[in-house]
């Protein structure tokens, strides 16, 4: 386990244009974990601060990699990348927020059993995107034809004044 005295931390984070990136202010803070525990912007929007139920989260996530790193006879980062800290993260979020994942305790020490309970499912992740339903997706075409006849009688009109 490297010494923390001795061991140079990296730089305090410089805002960019206002912003500091994530990755920058994990790696300051020395906590990398699996996943986040606040809104986090995409630099096109200032998020909301930390709510205090992702505090706690965090809080739990810290505490619990500590506790099973030190067990497991490794570092708490070099934990929180394995299959077991992500199991550890899902058990928080369950302390916190209700129990929404089937996460067993072995998962938290034992790479077999998460290995074991693993499910395959398919997720698809759209983030913001928008898909169009065919209602929607008529009314848009509408809009635009809507659209591209008022663009021709703009047209026809300024070529009658001479424009």
Excluded at 65 to 94: H, I, P, V, W, Y
Aim: aromatic share 8%; with cysteine.
């Amino acid at each position: 386990m490297p010494n923390l005295k001795t061991t140079p931390s990296a730089p305090k984070p410089v805002a960019r244009n206002g912003w500091i990136r994530k990755s920058d202010l994990d790696a300051w803070l020395g906590r990398y974990l699996p996943i986040p525990t606040q809104a986090v912007s995409n630099e096109e929007f200032h998020p909301i601060p930390q709510t205090p139920e992702q505090k706690r989260l965090e809080h739990e996530i810290i505490a619990g990699a500590e506790r099973e790193a030190r067990l497991a006879g490794t570092d708490r980062r070099q934990f929180l990348r394995s299959s077991c800290g992500m199991a550890l993260a899902f058990a928080a979020m369950n302390t916190v927020y209700g129990k929404c994942f089937r996460v067993d305790a072995a998962e938290l020490s034992d790479l077999a059993a998460v290995a074991a309970n693993k499910t395959r499912f398919f997720v698809f992740d759209v983030q913001t995107h928008h898909v169009a339903m065919p209602e929607e997706r008529k009314l848009r075409e509408g809009n635009l034809s809507r659209q591209r006849d008022r663009r021709r009688r703009a047209q026809r009109f300024a070529g009658l004044l001479g424009g």
